[in-house]
């Protein structure tokens, strides 16, 4: 097995942590994320090309590469190549991405940025170990920020980014660069829940889903309801227009459910309930 190197150089490209592997090679699949993730980019697509692999055989018999295979697939890791090859994957895919990508390695390893490159600094004295264990991190995280829509988990999750990018030596991308946030949950899902709460605590069952970890309203029943408690709720419309939004506790679905109150199928809103009851 070939040394650990002493220095790498990871690097950030169109907002996707590109990571390495052991031996310093880099992810042909985050590659295939920043460059848009086409099912035609696919890695495996270009490694059947005979041009790929007549460069993995090159680059595998040149002389500083001949302790370390040029190309690494690991399942449930994806493919590493090194450095040559990156650049021929990314020409690959397009003459605008391989520019993205030679301006990106040209800042990290020179140190110096090039006009179109966003700041990125260079790794110096970490332990390869250290420094796949940062890069793992960050791209775990950022996957975790493309995925989640909640805001403060998701400024959290930002932070715990910005602590290992600097360990790494960067900045993070900015936040509204790696995902997004889901709407601001309007007041009326706000006034929706605190009525909600207000019937139940008078002993109005509103509630006709059976399961009770799930909460199913029908609208005409809880606007009645209101008004006979001379509650002011919500107008139905606004609830309608508005309700796919709430967050605590979440919207699941709008459907018509088996109503535990009345026996026949009713349309409801079904949200997932509160574990201590606590709409919000």
Not at 116 to 144: M, T, Y
Not at 238 to 248: G, I, N, P, V
Not at 257 to 265: E, I, R
Request: hydrophobic share 45%; proline share 6%; with cysteine.
């Amino acid at each position: 097995m070939a040394p650990l190197p002493a220095r790498a150089t990871p690097f950030i490209l169109e907002d996707t942590y590109v990571r390495q592997d052991e031996q310093g090679r880099y992810s042909l699949n985050d590659l295939h994320v920043a460059a848009g993730g086409q099912p035609r980019h696919q890695p495996s697509n270009w490694l059947r090309t005979a041009q790929a692999q007549e460069l993995a055989a090159a680059a595998s018999n040149s002389s500083d590469s001949r302790n370390c295979p040029s190309i690494s697939s690991v399942q449930q890791r994806g493919t590493f190549v090194v450095r040559d090859l990156v650049y021929a994957y990314a020409m690959w895919i397009s003459p605008e991405f391989h520019l993205k990508v030679i301006r990106t390695f040209d800042a990290v390893v020179t140190g110096r940025l090039s006009p179109a490159a966003e700041p990125v600094g260079a790794v110096s004295g970490l332990p390869a170990a250290k420094l796949i264990s940062l890069q793992n991190q960050s791209w775990s995280l950022i996957q975790r920020l493309r995925a989640e829509r909640d805001p403060e988990l998701r400024r959290a999750l930002y932070a715990q980014l910005a602590v290992v990018m600097g360990d790494l030596g960067q900045a993070a991308p900015a936040l509204e660069n790696i995902g997004r946030d889901a709407p601001a949950v309007p007041a009326v899902v706000a006034d929706f829940w605190k009525v909600y709460v207000q019937l139940e605590a008078k002993g109005v069952r509103l509630n006709h889903h059976r399961n009770p970890s799930l909460i199913a309203v029908n609208l005409r029943h809880f606007v009645k309801a209101a008004a006979e408690h001379k509650l002011r709720a919500p107008l139905a419309q606004a609830l309608r227009d508005s309700l796919r939004l709430s967050r605590a506790p979440r919207f699941v679905d709008a459907r018509n459910v088996k109503s535990g109150l009345l026996g026949t199928a009713i349309f409801c809103w079904v949200f997932e309930a509160e574990p201590e009851g606590g709409a919000q």
